[in-house]
């Protein structure tokens, strides 16, 4: 964690590579400062299939999911910074827009929570 998962119309791919805006948002998200470099997961799904507003023809949207303990200033000044360094690349683009999300860390789990010998809980385990 954190994941970054984008969604788009497939059309974004003109203005961009997808590699381009991956590794944005994923270097973006490292400059943060919130969160350790090998932890940054993103990914992207394209859709051709899709119904925007009058004279709109393109989107994407990132959602984050982001362990809890950030303030909502810092979570607002991830989403800005993403946002910031994608915008001048996807110039022409009808909506881009990006939501930051919590998951509890008394409810997430993952391979290495799970391994008998991780006595601390240690999630880098």
Do not use: W
Not at 35 to 48: H, L, M, Q, T, W
Not at 67 to 94: V, Y
Not at 111 to 119: A, E
Request: glycine share 4%; aromatic share 10%.
């Amino acid at each position: 964690m954190p994941h970054f998962v984008i969604e788009c119309s497939s059309n974004v791919f003109a203005m961009q590579p997808a590699a381009i805006i991956l590794n944005t948002v994923y270097d973006a998200a490292d400059s943060s400062g919130l969160f350790a470099p090998n932890d940054i997961k993103v990914r992207i799904n394209s859709y051709d299939n899709y119904k925007l507003g009058e004279g709109k023809n393109s989107f994407l949207h990132i959602y984050a999911s982001i362990m809890e303990g950030r303030t909502t200033a810092q979570k607002a000044a991830l989403s800005n910074l993403i946002i910031e360094r994608l915008a001048p690349l996807l110039a022409g683009i009808s909506f881009l827009s990006m939501n930051v999300s919590e998951f509890e860390e008394a409810t997430y789990c993952n391979k290495s929570l799970i391994n008998p010998l991780n006595t601390d809980r240690n999630r880098h385990f």
